[in-house]
């Protein structure tokens, strides 16, 4: 079962899985979102790899894997879940409460965070989550850190029975170092869950002593260890010190190594678990200082923790320091640290690119969809999801874009604002549907919304990585589980019109949203057609044989093509016509639809 102990090159991802086995955990679960999504399939195939029992699940959404991964450290066990930062959103409720509640095995929620924004809808801190809920924090530096935090992690966890987040950011997620890999031990676990609804169903008034619990853990824990600062460059004799915590700590600690004024200057010190702070012992490593520079990101964590209540003075993101917003790159962190020591700061020579907006695959069967539904219901309001089918507003075909499963609630609540004097298409994906879609669309069928719901099924999470969906069997690969069509569950929300079709028989497809619009222009209700066609970069399912097409000689070079229906295959020659790249072209032929001239032909 074991392997031997050896040096790996590891993603951050890859880190964080590793430590998890290595260090007990018997269940995961995971909902896919960058830059976490690595981390559940390297859990399933090093366990598989080494025979190492693990319940390693993909769950529905976030909420679901969070209290499923609870269930276990209920009963004693090891467990993890892992997601995003705005998936650590929709985990919220249970996340505060069982702050409150507690565990009694080892708990830990790794939310990764995307500041930036890389591919996220916002650039919030987990750390401020972390804090609301009164949950301890650890933030490593690099993906060796990641997965050596996670042995600390647990252990404090089941010390004082709670919680514990690891949040690593997108640097660490994707980042790549050589990693010790221990041998996986086989872990001797008799689950055993104590009765006691005074704890695990507490009522409001009891709720109240496990706040004061809760208040007297974290107490405890601020004065540990973990949240001491380390000294890593100078000490005595330097008025300036930076303290740092996460990614950027690495970042200040690589500049102090390749220059000699800044290192001459600057003592710098590393805090590994940024919340919860004691004031008075941070301070007594800090108090020999003049000024502490506070190094973290993306909020102003520590700083609101510390300011006014150490000697030396904070400077940071409050004063204005830092930056508001944004990722802290290398550069960023560097220019800083030659402010705050009164050095010049360094002339970055920038190189500008207009680069390529981004677009659907060519082949993409969300764009023939896109374009189905845009001229089936051209005056129509487009509500639209999270995932890679968002860039159907190159199209014109996506006019809003929330939060996952807001596609169905917006179209319900366009419908109730506009009656029958506007049409509502909304589009969401299949997992995303699965993951929030549902809810709401009972809801609109509850109050009598009427609008068309395209729902892209491509049989797979393409926007993380490919991760299966429920209406798939490797969703649950040992077999016990079920597979759960969308259909099914369209129909147990209530809704009387459900056509399925594929985009790439496009006259087809065309005829079912003009049908799924008149019923819903009839005020029937919603009406809820299923784009069905398999993601052509999924590499699990299987490719159709190749068609090849050309431009005639009737082309006008109008640009419908390339402009109206944005396939990345068309190009414009110098003459102003138009051709097809053949190596990009993936043979799907809706293009011999599109072209109003129609001078698209199979070779």
Same mark, same amino acid.
């Given at each position: 079962?074991?392997?031997?102990?050896?040096?790996?090159?590891?993603?951050?991802?890859?880190?964080?899985?590793?430590?998890?086995?290595?260090?007990?955990?018997?269940?995961?679960?995971?909902?896919?979102?960058?830059?976490?999504?690595?981390?559940?399939?390297?859990?399933?195939?090093?366990?598989?790899?080494?025979?190492?029992?693990?319940?390693?699940?993909?769950?529905?959404?976030?909420?679901?894997?969070?209290?499923?991964?609870?269930?276990?450290?209920?009963?004693? @066990?090891?467990?993890?879940?892992?997601?995003?930062?705005?998936?650590?959103?929709?985990?919220?409720?249970?996340?505060?409460?069982?702050?409150?509640?507690?565990?009694?095995?080892?708990?830990?929620?790794?939310?990764?965070?995307?500041?930036?924004?890389?591919?996220?809808?916002?650039?919030?801190?987990?750390?401020?989550?972390?804090?609301?809920?009164?949950?301890?924090?650890?933030?490593?530096?690099?993906?060796?850190?990641?997965?050596?935090?996670?042995?600390?992690?647990?252990?404090?966890?089941?010390?004082?029975?709670?919680?514990?987040?690891?949040?690593?950011?997108?640097?660490?997620?994707?980042?790549?170092?050589?990693? #010790?890999?221990?041998?996986?031990?086989?872990?001797?676990?008799?689950?055993?869950?104590?009765?006691?609804?005074?704890?695990?169903?507490?009522?409001?008034?009891?709720?109240?002593?496990?706040?004061?619990?809760?208040?007297?853990?974290?107490?405890?824990?601020?004065?540990?260890?973990?949240? $001491?600062?380390?000294?890593?460059?100078?000490?005595?004799?330097?008025?300036?010190?930076?303290?740092?915590?996460?990614?950027?700590?690495?970042?200040?600690?690589?500049?102090?190594?390749?220059?000699?004024?800044?290192?001459?200057?600057?003592?710098?010190?590393?805090?590994?678990?940024?919340?919860?702070?004691?004031?008075?012992?941070?301070?007594?490593?800090?108090?020999?200082?003049?000024?502490?520079?506070?190094?973290?990101?993306?909020?102003?964590?520590?700083?609101?923790?510390?300011?006014?209540?150490?000697?030396?003075?904070?400077?940071?993101?409050?004063?204005?320091?830092?930056?508001?917003?944004?990722?802290?790159?290398?550069?960023?962190?560097?220019?800083?640290?030659?402010?705050?020591?009164?050095?010049?700061?360094?002339?970055?020579?920038?190189?500008?690119?207009?680069?390529?907006?981004?677009?659907?695959?060519?082949?993409?069967?969300?764009?023939?969809?896109?374009?189905?539904?845009?001229?089936?219901?051209?005056?129509?309001?487009?509500?639209?999801?999270?995932?890679?089918? #968002?860039?159907?507003?190159?199209?014109?075909?996506?006019?809003?874009?929330?939060?996952?499963?807001?596609?169905?609630?917006?179209?319900?609540?366009?419908?109730?604002?506009?009656?029958?004097?506007?049409?509502?298409?909304?589009?969401?994906?299949?997992?995303?549907?699965?993951?929030?879609?549902?809810?709401?669309?009972?809801?609109?069928?509850?109050?009598?919304?009427?609008?068309?719901?395209?729902?892209?099924?491509?049989?797979?999470?393409?926007?993380?990585?490919?991760?299966?969906?429920?209406?798939?069997?490797?969703?649950?690969?040992?077999?016990?589980?079920?597979?759960?069509?969308?259909?099914?569950?369209?129909?147990?929300?209530?809704?009387?019109?459900?056509?399925? @079709?594929?985009?790439?028989?496009?006259?087809?497809?065309?005829?079912?949203?003009?049908?799924?619009?008149?019923?819903?222009?009839?005020?029937?209700?919603?009406?809820?057609?299923?784009?069905?066609?398999?993601?052509?970069?999924?590499?699990?399912?299987?490719?159709?044989?190749?068609?090849?097409? $050309?431009?005639?000689?009737?082309?006008?070079?109008?640009?419908?093509?390339?402009?109206?229906? @944005?396939?990345?295959?068309?190009?414009?020659?110098?003459?102003?016509?138009?051709?097809?790249?053949?190596?990009?072209?993936?043979?799907?032929?809706?293009?011999?639809?599109?072209?109003?001239?129609?001078?698209?032909?199979?070779?």
């Amino acid at each position: 079962m074991s392997a031997e102990r050896e040096q790996r090159i590891f993603m951050g991802n890859e880190a964080l899985a590793r430590g998890l086995l290595e260090n007990g955990c018997t269940m995961a679960a995971s909902y896919p979102g960058t830059p976490s999504s690595e981390i559940m399939g390297a859990v399933q195939s090093m366990a598989a790899a080494e025979n190492y029992y693990i319940h390693a699940e993909w769950s529905i959404n976030e909420k679901t894997a969070y209290e499923t991964a609870l269930a276990h450290a209920y009963c004693g @066990g090891r467990a993890a879940v892992s997601m995003k930062q705005v998936g650590l959103n929709s985990a919220a409720d249970p996340f505060l409460s069982s702050a409150y509640i507690g565990v009694k095995g080892g708990f830990l929620v790794i939310a990764a965070d995307d500041p930036g924004p890389h591919s996220s809808q916002t650039e919030q801190d987990s750390r401020l989550m972390a804090m609301l809920a009164k949950v301890p924090v650890l933030d490593p530096s690099s993906p060796r850190e990641a997965k050596d935090l996670i042995g600390p992690a647990f252990a404090l966890s089941e010390e004082h029975q709670l919680p514990v987040m690891v949040r690593p950011t997108t640097r660490v997620c994707h980042a790549r170092q050589n990693v #010790t890999c221990n041998p996986l031990e086989s872990v001797d676990f008799e689950p055993g869950f104590d009765r006691n609804p005074g704890r695990w169903a507490a009522t409001p008034k009891f709720r109240f002593i496990l706040h004061q619990q809760l208040n007297a853990k974290l107490k405890e824990i601020s004065g540990s260890e973990l949240a $001491r600062p380390e000294k890593f460059e100078g000490g005595r004799g330097k008025s300036l010190a930076v303290l740092a915590s996460g990614v950027v700590w690495a970042h200040a600690a690589e500049a102090l190594s390749q220059d000699p004024e800044l290192a001459e200057r600057l003592a710098l010190f590393k805090i590994r678990m940024p919340y919860p702070l004691d004031p008075a012992v941070v301070g007594r490593s800090l108090d020999e200082f003049e000024k502490v520079l506070l190094l973290e990101e993306t909020s102003p964590v520590m700083e609101m923790q510390l300011a006014g209540l150490i000697g030396p003075e904070i400077v940071g993101r409050r004063n204005g320091f830092w930056p508001d917003a944004g990722e802290w790159s290398p550069d960023v962190v560097y220019d800083g640290l030659r402010r705050f020591a009164g050095l010049e700061a360094p002339t970055v020579p920038t190189a500008s690119s207009p680069g390529r907006r981004p677009t659907l695959c060519a082949g993409c069967s969300h764009r023939a969809a896109f374009f189905a539904l845009k001229e089936a219901m051209p005056d129509a309001v487009y509500p639209s999801d999270i995932g890679c089918y #968002t860039l159907g507003m190159n199209m014109g075909a996506v006019d809003t874009v929330l939060c996952m499963g807001a596609a169905v609630s917006m179209a319900a609540g366009f419908s109730h604002t506009y009656g029958d004097k506007k049409p509502v298409g909304a589009t969401i994906g299949d997992s995303t549907f699965f993951h929030s879609g549902i809810p709401p669309l009972i809801n609109a069928v509850s109050h009598g919304a009427c609008f068309v719901l395209v729902i892209l099924d491509n049989a797979t999470t393409a926007m993380t990585g490919h991760q299966p969906t429920p209406a798939l069997e490797r969703f649950e690969p040992s077999g016990r589980g079920k597979v759960t069509p969308i259909e099914d569950a369209v129909k147990a929300c209530g809704v009387d019109f459900i056509k399925i @079709g594929d985009p790439y028989d496009y006259e087809a497809f065309l005829e079912l949203v003009k049908e799924a619009a008149g019923f819903a222009s009839s005020g029937k209700g919603p009406a809820v057609v299923i784009s069905r066609h398999p993601c052509l970069m999924d590499r699990t399912q299987p490719r159709p044989e190749k068609r090849t097409y $050309r431009v005639t000689d009737d082309c006008t070079g109008c640009g419908v093509c390339q402009e109206d229906f @944005g396939c990345p295959a068309w190009v414009e020659k110098e003459d102003g016509l138009m051709e097809i790249l053949p190596y990009l072209c993936t043979g799907c032929g809706v293009c011999t639809h599109v072209c109003p001239a129609d001078a698209v032909e199979e070779v």
